[in-house]
């Protein structure tokens, strides 16, 4: 016979202030700042780390490129009006070691759309002893504190006009995207899904690929590139709307002015001919989109634990690639790879997969939870509905081979 019980907590229990000091203390040992100029003495470090980790697969800035950005004007526009402020952002334990490294840029253009700024996040990388702790949480948003700085700046500056220049904690009227780049869902991909979950749990929806097929411009040198071929990477791309999280579509003017001001930043140091033809995928998906009527997209949240992991279907890798990608190497490399074998010959491999996976997760139990009526969230929200269970858009409207997707698939 048991003579004690774990109690579980729930957070609607307590006071905000409850919540500030429980941040406080776990942020403390930690230090945050912005890297100004390449000549700070832990920026060979914070690049490197970012390079070892994302540079050798082609998905990040060469150092020539990182420096020349940090050296810039960034009140200074580039040709077609685009403001681009770059940032790197270093995490330090009490005894001076990096423990984490954030980089990306703040874009806005008027032109492309009055009241967006797109925070592009472009890299992160925790030091393995920092991973898990809340550090990671503040590296995701810390970029939020240094746009909202640069758009004050720009409107001092007479270089833009804010909706509400005295409104700071409404972001001055302006649309505060966090825009972020990933790999959709294989089940093999351990990292994959970590990093799904990472930014499901944050408030992050991926734009359906269906009218958005994002794909990454190859960032290597021109030369490699001339050897080689181009070689883009099809990624999913990933929004937190701030203030506007539980908003279920995005219209296409927002899409549309997003993948602007994302090319706007590659355009600075990747070659005219290498961007056109992916940006033209997208812009068309997005006007045949229009011209059918419709004025917006659908964003597809993440999952966020066990429990609703059937949205991971409709960003598998498998699926995507085959639905919404034409035959780039990286697709037909990942196609080779014995994926659709052992889709054909297992028509129930993604739910088993899913299933290991849930079961997983489940063995941590969870003693926190966020508020003692079901489907509300710790500030008396209702949680979003499940997509799984909401009507569909329709029938794809591109006609890739899709045999060999498995029965049941959603989508």
Known sequence: MSHATRIRLCMKDLYHMDVVEMIERETRPYEIFSIEHPDHPLFPEAFRLLWETFGH????????????????????PIANGTFMKYFIIVAKDRDGRVRGVRDGTILLNQAHANDLCVVYLSHIYMLPDARGTVLSYWLRI?????????????????LIRLPQPDKPSRHFGMRVNLTAEMEFFAPEDVTSLRRILFYGRGGFDVIDPRHFPYRQPDFRDPEEITLTGVRELPFMILLRRMGREREAILSID???????????????FCQPEHLSSAMDWVMDRLERRRASGKGNVRLLPLPTGPKDLNRLKRIWRYQAYLRHYPRIPAVEEYLASGIKEVVASRPSWLD?????????????PHFVYANRDKDMTWEDSPMPPDPMAEPDFGEPEDTADVGMVMSGQDG
Not at 142 to 158: D, Y
Not at 353 to 362: D, F, G, M
């Open 57 to 76: 697969h082609g998905e990040m800035e060469p150092e020539a490129v990182i420096r020349s950005w940090l050296v810039e004007d960034s009140f200074v």
């Open 142 to 158: 810390a970029p939020v504190e240094i746009a909202v700085q640069f758009m004050s700046e720009l409107h001092s500056r007479g």
């Open 254 to 268: 927002e899409a549309a002015a997003t993948m602007k001001l994302l090319y706007d930043d590659f355009s600075t």
């Open 352 to 364: 088993d997969q899913l299933l290991h996976i849930a079961r997983t997760l489940e063995a941590r």
